[in-house]
């Protein structure tokens, strides 16, 4: 079967996402913060190095329990920088703390995390390739940022739409590909 070009196909985990998870509509809002965490982490890394962590990162951060995660103090926040296994970087940690309390914020607002998106997206899925930030993307960071989130700039929200199937960006060569 052919894939995308950027599917490592010597690494299962990595096959795994393409095939059953990239691009497939996933608006739980337990998925919406899990994927927001984790595309954050990936900023200036490569997605299947934080793939590949991402049982360590459920672990490490509570099997990503939103509630849990607003209340991160400094002993946790160290306990983090020392867990091998995770990304340790001390502005995306502190930065996944405060974007969980903006998150709340939003699903308090807008009854969900996906209904403030669709605020943007008007429940529609675009299907395009080739890309890393497009007007959605723009529009989305910049009102996450005016809200106060961090690293959420418009190409790490263009590869989260991607992952929660708001984008659908499959090669024309994939087995997957399809343009509506």
């Not at 982490?41 to 190095?49: D, M, P, V």
């Not at 209340?71 to 502190?94: S, V």
């Not at 974007?99 to 675009?126: A, D, H, M, R, W």
Request: with cysteine.
């Amino acid at each position: 079967m052919i894939r995308c070009k950027w599917c490592n196909l010597k690494n299962p985990k990595y096959i795994e996402y393409h095939d059953n998870e990239w691009c497939k509509p996933n608006f739980d809002d337990k998925y919406l913060f899990e994927m927001l965490i984790l595309e954050s982490f990936q900023a200036g890394l490569s997605w299947e190095c934080v793939l590949n962590k991402r049982d360590y990162f459920k672990e490490a951060f509570d099997n990503f329990d939103i509630d849990k995660i607003c209340n991160y103090n400094e002993k946790k926040i160290e306990q983090l920088l020392k867990n091998e296994k995770i990304i340790r970087n001390r502005l995306k940690i502190n930065a996944a703390i405060n974007n969980s309390k903006i998150f709340k914020n939003i699903q308090s607002e807008y009854g969900s995390f996906y209904n403030y998106l669709e605020k943007f997206t008007n429940n529609k899925t675009i299907y395009e390739i080739d890309k890393t930030t497009n007007k959605l993307s723009d529009d989305i960071s910049k009102d996450l940022q005016k809200r106060g989130m961090k690293f959420v700039g418009s190409t790490i929200i263009y590869s989260y739409l991607q992952a929660i199937g708001v984008i659908y960006s499959h090669n024309r060569e994939c087995f997957m590909y399809k343009n509506r």
